[in-house]
């Protein structure tokens, strides 16, 4: 079975930042740590190692991706195997958008790089074994960077990420487990009780570090923000009830409540009857301007946020998030109420 | 629950703050001790009815 290796302009001993304009080479076997790859992957040969300078692959892609792809197309690999990349923003990139290339062509392919890699999301439907995140983690990459890429080789079936070691890509397959969910759960209860916390869907989620409390709301300036698609009354600026690609603001101008005749909501993941019926129900601006009289709070912040968080990709609400809490910093809020549905 | 650590539980999604006034201030309330309140991530609290 035959493989061929990618490398940057170093791990092929071109040269280092200096020769990172090197245009696509092909050089013969195994090359740099391509060698220590061979001799993991038993009956795998790497035939030809590709290599591009990290420069010129970023700066003329599509010339160089051409050239490289002519070049494995060529040598008709029963695996391609890119990296690894470590944490190498522009390598990984390379071969994320390399192996992604390849697996689109039918090629089997591997790339291998630190799991904040932004190569990573580049890969496509290819795998990526992760690595650490500087080249001290070699010894412990190559082994199973082969074990996966000579899997790939011999055309088996592949597991689970966590079973056969790579990220895992978002795919979902079904498939008959021998022991029934509750089974399972239970089987991952007992384990998390003994200290081992397993999972079978993975979170993939951002942790954010919770801020410190707020030290005196009676001094603070309160914003109300809401994802249950607040809007005025006929929807001016046209909201979308699904899959919002932005987010609104509207001036309360000193109003005490939402009323019923001047706002609703268009969301369209939920019955929005009751929310209709009294807008306070999703923004709570009636409340939080008793609690401004009463002293309760420094001030309501005289705009309010709304989107739909229906059908909203993550990548798209985090950018929601971010734009919004800038502007709320930028206004000197200390404290937001946002509602959730 | 990306990014939100103080999650107060509302009652349904529906009317995340309540169906009447004295509901509404409730849960508000809650959530304003909650801001008050140093916590790990992901703290969720319940309001007594």
Same mark, same amino acid.
């Given at each position: 079975?035959?493989?061929?290796?990618?490398?940057?302009?170093?791990?092929?001993?071109?040269?280092?930042?200096?020769?990172?304009?090197?245009?696509?080479?092909?050089?013969?076997?195994?090359?740099?740590?391509?060698?220590?790859?061979?001799?993991?992957?038993?009956?795998?040969?790497?035939?030809?190692?590709?290599?591009?300078?990290?420069?010129?692959?970023?700066?003329?892609?599509?010339?160089?991706?051409?050239?490289?792809?002519?070049?494995?197309?060529?040598?008709? +690999?029963?695996?391609?195997?890119?990296?690894?990349?470590?944490?190498?923003?522009?390598?990984?990139?390379?071969?994320?958008?390399?192996?992604? #290339?390849?697996?689109?062509?039918?090629?089997? !392919?591997?790339?291998?790089?630190? +799991?904040?890699?932004?190569?990573?999301?580049?890969?496509?439907?290819?795998?990526?074994?992760?690595?650490?995140?500087?080249?001290?983690?070699?010894?412990?990459?190559?082994?199973?960077?082969?074990?996966?890429?000579?899997?790939?080789?011999?055309?088996?079936?592949?597991?689970?990420?966590?079973?056969?070691?790579?990220?895992?890509?978002?795919?979902?397959?079904?498939?008959?487990?021998?022991?029934?969910?509750?089974?399972?759960?239970?089987?991952?209860?007992?384990?998390?009780?003994?200290?081992?916390?397993?999972?079978?869907?993975?979170?993939?989620?951002?942790?954010?570090?919770?801020?410190?409390?707020?030290?005196?709301?009676?001094?603070?300036?309160? #914003?109300?923000?809401?994802?249950?698609?607040?809007? +005025?009354?006929?929807?001016?600026?046209?909201? +979308? !009830?699904?899959?919002?690609?932005?987010?609104?603001?509207?001036?309360?101008?000193?109003?005490?409540?939402?009323?019923?005749?001047?706002?609703?909501?268009?969301?369209?993941?939920?019955?929005?009857?009751?929310?209709?019926?009294?807008?306070?129900?999703?923004?709570?601006?009636?409340?939080?301007?008793?609690?401004?009289?009463?002293?309760?709070?420094?001030?309501?912040?005289?705009?309010?946020?709304?989107?739909?968080?229906?059908?909203?990709?993550?990548?798209?609400?985090?950018?929601?998030?971010?734009?919004?809490?800038?502007?709320?910093?930028?206004?000197?809020?200390?404290?937001?109420?946002?509602?959730?549905? | 629950?990306?990014?939100?650590?103080?999650?107060?539980?509302?009652?349904?999604?529906?009317?995340?703050?309540?169906?009447?006034?004295?509901?509404?201030?409730?849960?508000?309330?809650?959530?304003?001790?909650?801001?008050?309140?140093?916590?790990?991530?992901?703290?969720?609290?319940?309001?007594?009815?």
């Amino acid at each position: 079975m035959k493989a061929v290796h990618y490398v940057n302009q170093f791990f092929a001993g071109l040269g280092g930042e200096d020769k990172a304009e090197t245009p696509p080479a092909r050089l013969g076997g195994a090359v740099g740590p391509g060698r220590g790859l061979a001799g993991e992957l038993g009956e795998v040969e790497i035939v030809a190692t590709l290599a591009c300078g990290d420069d010129y692959f970023a700066e003329h892609e599509e010339e160089a991706l051409a050239t490289l792809l002519g070049y494995l197309e060529q040598e008709s +690999p029963d695996v391609f195997i890119a990296g690894p990349a470590f944490g190498s923003g522009r390598y990984g990139y390379a071969c994320g958008t390399l192996v992604a #290339a390849a697996a689109e062509r039918g090629i089997p !392919s591997v790339a291998a790089m630190h +799991p904040e890699n932004p190569g990573v999301d580049t890969a496509g439907k290819a795998y990526v074994v992760p690595t650490a995140v500087n080249v001290a983690g070699m010894r412990d990459a190559l082994p199973r960077v082969a074990r996966l890429a000579t899997a790939l080789a011999q055309g088996r079936d592949l597991g689970t990420a966590s079973d056969e070691g790579y990220l895992p890509r978002g795919f979902r397959r079904n498939y008959f487990a021998e022991k029934t969910g509750a089974e399972r759960a239970v089987d991952l209860l007992i384990a998390k009780l003994g200290g081992e916390t397993r999972t079978e869907v993975g979170g993939g989620l951002d942790r954010v570090e919770p801020p410190a409390a707020v030290p005196d709301l009676s001094e603070t300036l309160v #914003a109300l923000v809401t994802e249950g698609g607040c809007v +005025p009354q006929g929807n001016p600026d046209r909201l +979308p !009830s699904v899959r919002a690609k932005g987010w609104l603001r509207y001036e309360l101008d000193g109003a005490e409540t939402l009323s019923a005749a001047r706002y609703e909501s268009v969301h369209g993941g939920f019955d929005v009857t009751l929310a209709n019926e009294d807008p306070n129900r999703l923004v709570p601006l009636d409340t939080a301007r008793a609690l401004e009289r009463e002293g309760r709070i420094g001030r309501v912040h005289e705009t309010f946020y709304t989107t739909t968080g229906n059908g909203t990709p993550v990548v798209a609400s985090t950018r929601f998030g971010r734009e919004i809490a800038g502007e709320l910093r930028e206004a000197g809020v200390g404290a937001v109420l946002l509602s959730g549905t | 629950m990306i990014g939100a650590n103080r999650i107060v539980r509302g009652p349904a999604i529906t009317h995340p703050f309540g169906v009447d006034e004295a509901e509404r201030r409730r849960i508000v309330e809650r959530a304003l001790e909650l801001l008050e309140t140093d916590v790990e991530p992901n703290t969720v609290w319940e309001v007594a009815e």
